[in-house]
């Protein structure tokens, strides 16, 4: 099992950037696949990006899609999510989730789950 501890979170206004951090510890994290996944208020959590171990496979969800980058430094055991260009409709908790397979967009697929961090991006 991994522990996986979100930071970075905050209120930006729009068209401003954040990027969030998700350190990790436990077993061996440069073998894990890692996601991010978001939650907004009476929404279901949806998968917003995700990153092979190896950080050579990367995917989006639409609405990101070259706004937001995945990446990773396994050295540091740390995955980031730089969000570029915020709109009031990222406006959630962001987690971070791993799996020690391939990565995926279904949340029900992650073993691991961190505690969330809050975005709010102001109009």
């Known amino acids: 099992q991994v522990q996986l501890v979100e930071s970075g979170g905050g209120l930006v206004q729009a068209g401003g950037s954040l990027r969030l951090s998700c350190a990790a510890s436990?077993?061996?994290?440069?073998?894990?696949?890692m996601g991010w996944f978001r939650q907004a208020p009476g929404k279901d959590r949806e998968f917003v990006a995700s990153?092979?171990?190896?950080?050579?496979?990367?995917d989006y969800a639409d609405s990101v899609k070259g706004r937001f980058t995945i990446s990773r430094d396994n050295a540091k055991r740390t995955v980031f999510l730089q969000m570029n260009s915020l709109k009031p409709e990222d406006t959630a908790v962001y987690y971070c989730?791993?799996?020690?397979?391939?990565?995926?967009?279904?949340?029900?697929?992650?073993?691991?789950w961190g505690q969330g961090t809050q975005v709010t991006v102001s109009s």
């Open positions: 990153i092979s171990w190896s950080g050579g496979n990367t």
């Open positions: 436990g077993r061996t994290f440069s073998s894990y696949a």
């Open positions: 989730a791993g799996r020690n397979l391939g990565a995926t967009k279904n949340s029900r697929l992650y073993d691991d």
